[in-house]
């Protein structure tokens, strides 16, 4: 059983940075696709970014790309979010998931359904 734990949250003003990482523990994410969701006060947790298991192929949201990084470090098992030029609209918990995948498929998933592990979420505040 695969345990997530996101960690780098914190307060930033708006136009800075912050790098989450989500650790995993109990087995390998090696053959992991991985994503970041985030959810705000009052809204639905929103598809942020997802990884193939070889870090091959990303996904991003219309609303983060060019601002957010998604990258991971297998042998360390861990996936991280790099957000830069943050906005105030970006405030929301942040999740990291994850769902096994045969190694033979390089893809990744967009959506909640899709991930079966989740992590307790790290909140972001961005401040105007």
């Known amino acids: 059983q695969v345990q997530l734990v996101e960690s780098g949250g914190g307060l930033v003003q708006a136009g800075g940075s912050l790098r989450l990482s989500c650790a995993a523990s109990g087995r390998t994410i090696s053959n992991y696709v991985m994503g970041w969701f985030r959810q705000a006060p009052g809204k639905e947790r929103e598809f942020v970014t997802a990884?193939?298991?070889?870090?091959?192929?990303?996904s991003y949201a219309d609303s983060v790309k060019g601002r957010f990084t998604i990258s991971r470090d297998n042998a360390k098992n861990t996936v991280y979010l790099q957000m830069n030029s943050l906005k105030p609209e970006d405030t929301a918990v942040y999740y990291c998931?994850?769902?096994?995948?045969?190694?033979?498929?390089?893809?990744?998933?967009?959506?909640?359904?899709?991930?079966?592990?989740w992590g307790q979420g790290t909140q972001v505040t961005v401040s105007s």
């Open positions: 990884i193939s298991w070889s870090g091959d192929r990303t």
């Open positions: 998931a994850g769902r096994y995948v045969p190694l033979n498929r390089h893809i990744y998933f967009n959506t909640v359904k899709e991930y079966d592990i």
